[in-house]
Nanobody, 129 residues
């Protein structure tokens, strides 16, 4: 059973950069798509970056395109989310998530949180103006 541990959240100023880390324990074989969601107070959870672990598509919503970059280190079983030019609206709890099927991040489905059944515990990111 794969477990995900998120880390790297912090309080920063607008315009700053931050890198989140998600470390997976256990075998990640069979996980085709994984990445990051976030949830701000009183808002729905939203996907911010997904990576197809086999080298397929990487997905971002418009709100973070050009500012967030997802990457993976397969040797370390670690996922990264580099966040640049942070804005106050990026304030949220960020969660690592994995879809335990071998399929890459689909164009129509990648942002649907019901697809992901393995979750990290979350890490808080707070951006002040």
């Amino acid at each position: 059973q794969v477990q995900l541990v998120d880390s790297g959240g912090a309080s920063v100023q607008a315009g700053d950069s931050l890198e989140l880390t998600c470390t997976a324990s256990g075998s990640t074989r069979g996980i085709g798509c994984m990445g990051w969601f976030r949830q701000a107070p009183q808002k729905a959870r939203e996907a911010v970056a997904m990576i197809s672990t086999g080298g397929g598509p990487v997905r971002y919503p418009e709100a973070v395109k050009g500012r967030f970059t997802i990457s993976q280190d397969k040797v370390k079983n670690t996922l990264y989310l580099q966040m640049d030019n942070l804005k106050p609206e990026d304030t949220a709890v960020y969660y690592c998530a994995a879809d335990p099927t071998p399929y890459e991040c689909g164009e129509a489905s990648w942002s649907y949180d019901g697809l992901y059944t393995i979750w990290g515990q979350g890490t808080q990111v707070t951006v002040s103006s």
